[in-house]
């Protein structure tokens, strides 16, 4: 038996975000076992034809709490995949099988990503403290 991602695509013209009509266009990826060992994320076909122009080798993936992720995209043979920085965003957020990320395109190679676990919930998102020391002398 042979385990895919499963993907949607929705127009999100009509669709009601924090009260707000989002006319931003977003893909769902379901996240399997088999795909989190691979240490990247295949983004759907459909919606590279439709918005892959609009893409730089670059992502940004800005989380609700702020942060925001620098992942590489590659593309070959007609696919795209999020690379390099990927398996670190994964790491951070302790992403399991079958969480599910929502993507919303916001343009100019931006994604804001929502996380929900198997709970079917969206996650608390760890905030990345970073302490630094200095010496006096």
Same mark, same amino acid.
């Given at each position: 038996?042979?385990? %895919?991602?499963? !993907?949607?695509?929705? &127009?999100? @013209? @009509?669709?009601?975000?924090?009260? +707000?009509?989002? #006319?931003?266009?977003? *893909? ?10 691979? $240490? ?6 459909? *919606?590279?034809? %439709? =918005? #892959? #122009? ?20 590659? %593309?070959? /043979?007609? /696919?795209?995949?999020? +690379?390099? #920085?990927?398996?670190? *965003?994964? &790491?951070? =957020?302790?992403?399991?099988?079958? =969480?599910?990320? /929502? ?6 190679? %931006?994604?804001?990503? !929502?996380?929900?676990?198997? @709970?079917?919930?969206?996650?608390? =998102?760890?905030?990345?403290? /970073? !302490?630094?020391?200095?010496? $006096?002398?």
């Amino acid at each position: 038996i042979q385990l %895919r991602s499963i !993907i949607f695509i929705f &127009n999100t @013209s @009509s669709m009601v975000v924090d009260n +707000e009509i989002s #006319g931003f266009p977003s *893909f769902i990826k379901i996240i399997l076992a088999p795909r989190l060992h691979l $240490q990247k994320l295949e983004i759907s076909g459909k *919606f590279m034809e %439709r =918005y #892959g #122009g609009n893409l730089s080798d670059m992502i940004h993936l800005s989380i609700p709490s702020g942060a925001v992720w620098k992942v590489k995209l590659v %593309r070959k /043979k007609g /696919k795209a995949w999020l +690379e390099e #920085g990927w398996p670190e *965003f994964v &790491n951070f =957020y302790s992403i399991l099988h079958t =969480y599910v990320l /929502k993507f919303t395109f916001e343009g100019t190679s %931006r994604f804001h990503v !929502i996380i929900m676990s198997n @709970s079917a919930s969206e996650i608390e =998102y760890p905030v990345d403290i /970073k !302490i630094t020391t200095t010496t $006096q002398t």
